[in-house]
C-alpha cells in the first residue's frame, strides 16, 4: 500500500464531546488502507463564530491509501454514526471531521477544498496539529507555525 500522510481536525460541542472525539480517533485508525500515525492531546475551545458549548478538538495524522474523495466519503459516514445534522452554517454539531492536509496535494473542487479553507486562522486546529508535527508544511501556503500569531486571541485549553 502507497500510505500517503493527511492530517484530520477533530470537533465535538454535543452530547460527551470528549468520549465521542475518544472513539473517533480509535474509529479513524481502522479505516480500509488506513493507520493511525499520531494523535494530538484533546483541547477545549470556545465556538468560533457560533454558539453553543466549548468544543472538544483533536488533530490525528492518518497514513491512508485511500484517495482525497474516499477519505472524505468515510469521515462523513462516521459523522452520520454519532448524528451529524447540518441545520445550518457553524451549528453546533455532534461531531465535525475536517481533512485539513493531504500529502502535498492542492485540491479545489466543489466537494473537498484542502487545505482546509479556515485553517490558518483557527487555534482548534494550528495548536494540535503543530503538536503533533511542529515543522509541518500546509501546501500552497507555507510553515504552519508562521500562522500562530494570528490565533494568538484565542483561548485553548489542552484537556
Not at 46 to 51: N, T
Not at 59 to 72: A, N
Not at 101 to 113: M, R
Request: with cysteine.
Amino acid at each position: 500500500m502507497s500510505a500517503t500522510p493527511c492530517y484530520i481536525g477533530i470537533g465535538a460541542n454535543l452530547g460527551d464531546a470528549q468520549d465521542t472525539v475518544r472513539r473517533t480517533i480509535a474509529m479513524l485508525g481502522e479505516l480500509p488502507q488506513t493507520r493511525l500515525a499520531a494523535q494530538s492531546s484533546l483541547f477545549s475551545t470556545a465556538p468560533v463564530d457560533a454558539g453553543g458549548d466549548d468544543y472538544i478538538n483533536a488533530v490525528v495524522r492518518l497514513d491512508t491509501g485511500l484517495q482525497p474523495l474516499e477519505l472524505l466519503h468515510a469521515l462523513q459516514a462516521i459523522e452520520r454514526d454519532f448524528g451529524r445534522e447540518r441545520p445550518y452554517r457553524n451549528a453546533p454539531r455532534t461531531l465535525d471531521l475536517d481533512i485539513l492536509v493531504y500529502g502535498s496535494q492542492v485540491i479545489a473542487s466543489d466537494a473537498l477544498t484542502v487545505p482546509h479553507p479556515r485553517m490558518t486562522q483557527r487555534a482548534f486546529v494550528l495548536i494540535p496539529l503543530l503538536q503533533i508535527d511542529p515543522f509541518i508544511t500546509i501546501p500552497g501556503l507555507g510553515p504552519a507555525h508562521a500562522f500562530v500569531p494570528g490565533v494568538a486571541g484565542q483561548a485553548i485549553r489542552k484537556i
